[in-house]
Antibody, heavy 117, light 111 residues
Framework: EVQLVESGGGLVQPGGSLRLSCAAA????????LNWVRQAPGKGLEYVSG????????YYAKSVKGRFTISRDNSKNTLYLQMGSLRAEDMAVYYC??????????WGQGTLVTVSS | DVVMTQSPLSLPVTLGQPASISCRSS???????????LTWFQQRPGQSPRRLIY???NWDSGVPDRFSGSGSGTDFTLKISRVEAEDVGVYYC?????????FGQGTKVEI
């Protein structure tokens, strides 16, 4: 069974940093690209960042480029999102999602990031 | 960025009756490889999104066949042939043809 389990969310002050993790199981991790997608409270879904299966290519939404860094450790079956210079508008549930056919076939349960002083 | 526009944003439905959601893109979603990467997701209250349909009309495993997707180019539709109580939630379309990936605003389906 495919499982994606996010962790690392929490309360952070504006301007602060946070690192999210997504632990994967139930599939060959190194064969799949992965993305981060977020959802602000009561709002819709927004693409944040993506990484290729070997980690060699990364992609970012304009809203986070230069502040967030996506990475992966294929030996640990884990995806990361290092977030810096956090703003109020970054507050959201962050999901990791497995990429399949230019779409997302599995999603994690999400981790909540709250940006507030 | 490609803008995905869904309508309606709120859809009151009657159990056992059909329902339909429209999704329009600001650019053609036909990829250079010939495929059209339009996906439909369902998000039930308090849950993560779940993929229902990919590449316009392909069902994911376990998705009831009362859900169907259709369309081409810039105009797409998700249809529910007979709404059931478990179909309550928000439905999103997403394009996977252009970067960055973009989603529609969501359509809230309620009984």
């Amino acid at each position: 069974e495919v499982q994606l389990v996010e962790s690392g969310g929490g309360l952070v002050q504006p301007g602060g940093s946070l690192r999210l993790s997504c632990a994967a199981a139930g599939f060959t991790f190194s064969n799949y690209a992965l993305n981060w997608v977020r959802q602000a409270p009561g709002k819709g879904l927004e693409y944040v960042s993506g990484i290729s299966s070997d980690g060699g290519s990364t992609y970012y939404a304009k809203s986070v480029k230069g502040r967030f860094t996506i990475s992966r450790d294929n030996s640990k079956n884990t995806l990361y999102l290092q977030m810096g210079s956090l703003r109020a508008e970054d507050m959201a549930v962050y999901y990791c999602a497995r990429v399949q056919t230019s779409s997302y076939d599995y999603w994690g349960q999400g981790t909540l990031v709250t940006v507030s002083s | 960025d490609v803008v995905m526009t869904q309508s309606p944003l709120s859809l009151p439905v009657t159990l056992g009756q059909p329902a339909s959601i429209s999704c329009r893109s600001s650019q053609s979603l036909v990829h250079s490889d010939g495929d059209t990467y339009l996906t439909w997701f369902q998000q039930r209250p308090g849950q993560s999104p779940r993929r229902l349909i990919y590449k316009v009309s392909n069902w994911d495993s376990g998705v009831p066949d009362r859900f169907s997707g259709s369309g081409s180019g810039t105009d797409f539709t998700l249809k529910i042939s007979r709404v059931e109580a478990e179909d309550v939630g928000v439905y999103y379309c997403m394009q996977g043809t252009h970067w960055p990936r973009t989603f529609g605003q969501g359509t809230k389906v309620e009984i």
